[in-house]
């Protein structure tokens, strides 16, 4: 009794397999007590949040690239274009 699965997704109550994570999802069972379960954030959204200055950089420079691009496709069948 108070065995949890090798995957440590389930716990054994004597009876049956339950789940080791609370229906809200944010505690698991350990064996003794519910632990707030500690979501860790995508590597990119940490990044992101560390570096914001670059973010808003990058984001400047695709909106630059897709400015120009437009400009160069509206000069190319511009007025007196054959295309």
Known sequence: MGEISPDGKWYW???RWLSTVS?????RWDGTRWVAVQHARPLVA???AAHP?????????VLAAVVLTA??????????STA
């Not at 229906?23 to 505690?27: A, H, I, L, Q, R």
């Open 13 to 15: 109550d004597g009876q």
């Open 46 to 48: 940490g990044w992101a």
């Open 23 to 27: 229906p809200d999802g944010k505690y």
């Open 53 to 61: 200055g670059r973010v808003a950089g990058i984001g400047a420079g």
């Open 71 to 80: 400009l160069i496709g509206g000069a190319a069948v511009g007025p007196g």
